[in-house]
């Protein structure tokens, strides 16, 4: 599998980014990008799992449901300590959660983001699209 370098951003909002083919084979590369820059951020084991199924579902999105030769793998760390995990692809369809049969192998991957984000949405560009979620970091209590 051909994969570019993973992109550190310099200024601005700490960030990740890395261009993957857009190829089942992805989906592993993408969790693993995910686990990597959440351990790299000292971020608890459980957000990184929420945010390892999360690109999951969206990098299978985009693999299942697009024309598009490779997607963009985004992990963001906002202001206030939130992480914003995204995949864009090229196309115009935006997407939408199913409601998937019990016996259903697949069409609950939104469904399974929007449960385990504090939200999801799509941004439009011309070029295509990136659907984000917004995973929470939890909150240090004090005594």
């Known amino acids: 599998m051909t994969r570019t370098a ?10 990740y980014s890395e261009v ?7 989906v592993g590369r993408a969790r693993a990008l995910v686990s990597s820059v959440l351990a790299t951020w000292g971020i608890d084991d459980d ?9 999951s579902e969206l990098m299978a999105n985009a693999v299942r ?3 598009t030769h490779r997607s963009k ?22 997407p939408c959660v199913q409601r998937a049969t019990d016996d259903a192998e697949t069409g609950r991957g939104l469904l399974l983001a929007s449960a385990l984000s504090r939200s999801w ?3 439009t560009h ?3 699209k990136v659907t984000w ?9 004090t005594p």
Not at 20 to 26: D, E, K, N, R
Not at 47 to 55: F, K, N, Q, R, S
Not at 73 to 94: P, Y
Not at 133 to 141: G, H, I, L, Y
């Open 133 to 141: 979620a917004v995973v929470e970091a939890p909150t240090e209590s």
């Open 65 to 67: 449901h697009t024309w």
């Open 6 to 15: 993973v992109q550190p951003n310099v200024t601005g909002t700490p960030s």
């Open 121 to 123: 949405f799509c941004e």
């Open 73 to 94: 793998v985004i992990i963001e760390r906002q202001a206030d300590g939130s992480v914003r995990i995204g995949v864009s692809d090229r196309s115009h369809v935006l």
């Open 47 to 55: 957000l990184a799992d929420c945010g390892e199924v999360i690109v």
């Open 126 to 128: 011309r070029w295509g």
């Open 20 to 26: 993957l083919p857009c190829i089942p084979a992805s």
